[in-house]
């Protein structure tokens, strides 16, 4: 096992670790509306842009829609998770390729 992440794999499991404290918080005080949103996301499937996006607009939405169900701690959780989506996106992972040092 790999001691040390990289910045891309320490900001998804950062993503994930806030989804999951939204997660146990909504379903400790059952609040299906918000549950209903991460749900429709979250478990995050990979990690490439489109899933991290989907993720993002989601998240946004019920910011929007449904901000007087949010504690304070809540919507700023959010905002948190709309930075670390954004920088990711912007910030996409390296695509790494194979280079032929053979060719000429």
Not at 46 to 63: A, I, Q, Y
Not at 69 to 91: H, N, P, W
Request: net charge negative.
């Amino acid at each position: 096992m790999i001691a040390y992440l990289s910045e891309r794999e320490n900001a998804v499991e950062e993503i994930n670790s806030v989804c999951l404290r939204l997660f146990d918080e909504w379903c400790e005080t059952r609040r299906v509306t918000l549950l209903a949103y991460l749900m429709h996301c979250w478990p995050l499937l990979d990690s490439t842009p489109k899933m991290l996006k989907r993720l993002g607009e989601t998240m946004r939405d019920l910011r929007l829609y449904h901000v007087d169900q949010l504690d304070e701690s809540e919507f700023q959780a959010l905002c948190e998770l709309a930075d670390l989506i954004d920088e990711l996106i912007e910030r996409p992972a390296p695509i790494r390729s194979v280079r032929s040092w053979n060719s000429a």
